[in-house]
């Protein structure tokens, strides 16, 4: 999502303190001709205040930050990659309707959405014999329309248990206790890579970096996919690494507190590998968001301690998910203390909604309220996703309306100002 920067005004005098009423520093001697010009008399050599011999100067006042309006966009379900045209209007569409930020999924099921050196080419995008890359198109049509694009990895470490990386480097794979590895997730077996194996961190920014420099985007964005769960570390690898470093086997509790915070390093030490590989490649964008979820929830279980990400500069963005079906849950998961805390860290913090996505579409009048109730708080909004606002899951309203219903919302936002205390 990219961030308006905070705004921190700094001001200083104009003009010394004097050290004498009839001694007046250089700056100022040299500034009399100009004020007598100007008709103002020079008190102070008169004894007076210098508050009264010059106009009051009022400070410049901080203007309000532009408001993050974004969207993520993905293939499932969407035809929405497999088209130039699609792309082209998608955008078109997007820009009309006041968002300002696009969140491409690039990087998903083991597979990316362009040529890449470290990963295969998306199946279905394969197939269709496109000889567009998705991302570079979007990102192309978006800069023409002053939108920003920031692509989403949404796998981050994690990858199908049956891809072919995970069959050809098995050491690469975290393991739980037992020795086993897969976690059901999306209804599917998934493993995560090991952010702590050479092998994985040059594949992991390898695939962010290309992107990066190919298509000019404007950042790019992690999730609650960059992560090491909490119940693995036992592999062969991370027993060694953990045993040279500490001279001790790994806890067999996994929630162990130490044994928690040295893998909780590993993995910040990825993400600030990735900022130093962003910054020193001079190629690209180093803007790096993150989408997590709820801070206890992912420090406890995914070992992401974004609070130190955020504080530490390793990323600049945080969104927070936010998909509770109601208004009143939606509210109170806005003063979770985490988010409230975050909100004066200095960095964009934004709200994920749930637009639509499959069976479940929300109401525009719900939609409404629940940007209100962040904007409310100082947070722009990104949905979760395209083919939720009026594409395939439009709902009953149907997409003519609720493209209507979302140009009129975001005309009426004003602009982000600081979030209350």
Request: proline share 9%; with cysteine; aromatic share 10%.
């Amino acid at each position: 999502m990219q961030r308006p920067a905070a705004r921190h005004a700094r001001f200083s005098s104009p003009v010394r303190a004097l050290r004498h009423p009839l001694t007046l520093p250089r700056r100022l001697r040299r500034t009399l001709p100009l004020l007598f010009g100007l008709g103002i008399a020079p008190a102070v050599g008169l004894g007076l205040p210098l508050a009264t011999a010059m106009p009051a100067i009022s400070a410049p006042q901080a203007q309000p930050a532009p408001r993050r309006l974004g969207v993520w966009l993905t293939n499932s379900p969407s035809p929405l990659y497999y088209s130039p045209g699609r792309i082209d209007r998608a955008v078109a569409e997007l820009a009309a309707a006041g968002f300002n930020t696009l969140y491409p999924n690039v990087w998903s099921r083991g597979s990316t959405f362009h040529r890449s050196r470290w990963a295969p080419l998306e199946p279905a995008l394969a197939q269709s014999g496109a000889n567009h890359d998705p991302i570079c198109r979007m990102t192309e049509q978006a800069h023409r329309r002053g939108l920003q694009v920031i692509p989403w990895f949404e796998y981050g470490l994690m990858e199908p248990a049956t891809a072919a990386v995970v069959q050809q480097n098995p050491e690469w794979v975290l393991q739980k206790a037992d020795g086993s590895s897969t976690i059901e997730l999306h209804g599917k077996p998934m493993v995560f890579l090991n952010p702590a194996h050479p092998g994985v961190r040059q594949r992991f920014l390898g695939l962010i970096s290309e992107i990066v420099r190919r298509c000019k985007v404007d950042g790019i964005q992690l999730d609650d996919h960059f992560a090491w769960p909490v119940e693995l570390g036992y592999d062969p690898y991370t027993r060694a690494l953990y045993q040279q470093a500490t001279d001790r086997e790994p806890p067999t509790d996994h929630t162990d507190r130490t044994w928690m915070t040295w893998r909780r390093h590993q993995l910040t030490g990825l993400l600030r590998e990735l900022r130093r590989t962003l910054k020193s490649s001079g190629k690209g964008s180093v803007y790096v968001s993150l989408s997590p979820g709820p801070f206890r929830f992912a420090y406890n279980n995914w070992l992401q301690d974004w609070e130190i990400w955020a504080l530490g500069s390793l990323i600049d963005e945080l969104v927070v998910q936010n998909y509770a079906y109601s208004v009143q849950g939606f509210a109170r998961d806005l003063r979770q203390p985490a988010l409230v805390k975050a909100s004066s860290w200095g960095i964009p913090v934004e709200i994920g909604i749930l637009s639509g996505f499959g069976g479940r579409t929300t109401a525009m009048p719900t939609l409404a309220e629940k940007v209100r109730l962040a904007s409310q708080r100082g947070h722009g909004v990104i949905y979760f996703y395209w083919e939720g606002l009026w594409g395939l899951h439009a709902g009953p309203e149907g997409g003519q309306a609720r493209q209507a219903g979302f140009s009129q919302l975001h005309r009426s936002l004003p602009p982000l100002s600081p979030a209350p205390p």
